[in-house]
């Protein structure tokens, strides 16, 4: 049994043992690295100034600590991972300070975003995508609907009482 795979267990394993004094073996082929990045179907339902998870992982479940993640709003980048870490590098600026990877999550496949104080503008198409994923599926797609009717209930009732 193997455990905590990486994927440079991929290869060719040989299995020897002796029966009847004549030796006997097999072969397996493993590959490591065909999880695929799996997005949401439905799309996330967020107000204006609230805090949103867009959820992405890989199925079945692979730890990509070690890999670059990478999280894109109309091919702009909204976080990357890389080297283990946050790379605030390639980030835009609209979102610095606003996302956040789950890290304890990563080496279980979970590359969900958290997107705080979220804004109309923020609305759309999010790519969560793993570029060097041994896979077929390296991207998931997740679509952000922000409902910009965020009530002041003290503006209401000011309003009303008019």
Known sequence: MLTSLKLTDTGR???CFITDNVEKSCYVNLTVGESDVIGSDEPVKANVGED????????PPFNVSTLTV????????????????????QQNSRFINRTSLFCDEIGKGNISLLLRNVSKEDEGLYICHVP??????????????????????????????K
């Not at 999280?71 to 946050?86: A, P």
């Open 13 to 15: 394993y040989k299995c």
């Open 70 to 89: 990478e999280w894109k709003h109309n091919k702009t980048y909204v976080h990357v991972y890389r080297s283990m870490k946050h790379d605030p590098n």
């Open 52 to 59: 949103v998870i867009l959820p992405c992982h890989l199925e």
């Open 132 to 161: 060097k994923l041994h896979s077929q599926v390296r991207k998931g797609n997740i679509t952000l609907k922000v409902d910009a009717a965020k009530h002041d209930t003290k503006q209401q009732f000011n309003e009303s009482s």
